[in-house]
């Protein structure tokens, strides 16, 4: 099946830094997204990406749908943005999500 | 708030009780699904309702036992759990399964059992 990696695994940085989260797949896959769950457990989505770009404030996020990877930058880091980062894609075959391992960051104030 | 609600958010049972998970959507979707979410592993899919028919059981055990009443609401029973049954229950919606669309995730269910 298909493979979800992400990295880098964990993150700590200072607030204001800038980051960015990187997921790899490995095969093509006709859905995307970013999520982030908190430090409650409560999963938010991010982007639905399956290609292109998108900017939500200070993220923004690239699918490049033909070299199987997608990045997830965060710009002005604030405390608020510490909790796990997972990318999901999905294949048409079975319209389910394959999930990465996630990214833990870190916002040190 | 994704529109998506579960309840308790926190539950604490033993290995021969009888509980109830709860998940509601007022997104107007058609689709919702169950996730478990153990420490340390990525999010597993348990069962996927699609217009009130299950449409997917991922191998999940006989002790979990989902119902679907209405596009709206979504249940999880639980009997005679296992230890390593503890988790996070995360329950989800999207306009439809088959289909990509966007899943909404509501807070979760943190389930330990003694």
């Known amino acids: 099946g298909i493979q979800v990696e992400q990295s880098p695994p964990d993150l700590i940085l200072q607030e204001g830094a800038n980051s960015t989260l990187r997921c790899n797949f490995s095969d093509s896959v006709n859905n995307l997204q970013w999520f982030h769950q908190n430090p409650w457990g409560q999963l938010i989505n991010l982007f639905y990406?399956?290609?292109?770009?998108k900017q939500n404030g200070r993220l923004s996020a690239t699918t490049v749908a033909t070299e199987r990877y997608s990045l997830l930058y965060i710009s002005s880091s604030q405390t608020t943005d510490s909790g796990v980062y997972f990318c999901a894609v999905e294949r048409d075959s079975n319209y389910q999500l394959i999930w990465g391992a996630g990214t833990k960051l870190i916002i040190k104030p | 708030e994704t529109g998506v609600t579960q309840t308790p958010r926190h539950l604490v049972m033993g290995m021969t009780n009888k509980k109830s998970l709860k998940c509601e959507q007022h997104?107007?979707?058609?689709?919702m699904y169950w996730y478990k979410q153990s420490a340390k592993k990525p999010l597993e899919l348990m069962f996927v309702y699609n217009f009130k028919e299950q449409t997917e059981n991922n191998s999940v055990p006989s002790r979990f036992s989902p119902e679907c009443p209405n596009s709206s609401h979504l249940f999880l029973h639980l009997h005679t759990l296992q230890p390593e049954d503890s988790a996070l229950y995360l329950c989800?919606?999207?306009?439809?399964?088959?289909?990509?669309?966007?899943?909404?995730f509501g807070p979760g269910t943190r389930l330990t059992v003694t």
């Open positions: 997104l107007g979707h058609n689709a």
């Open positions: 990406i399956p290609s292109g770009t």
């Open positions: 989800a919606s999207s306009q439809e399964h088959g289909f990509s669309y966007e899943q909404y």
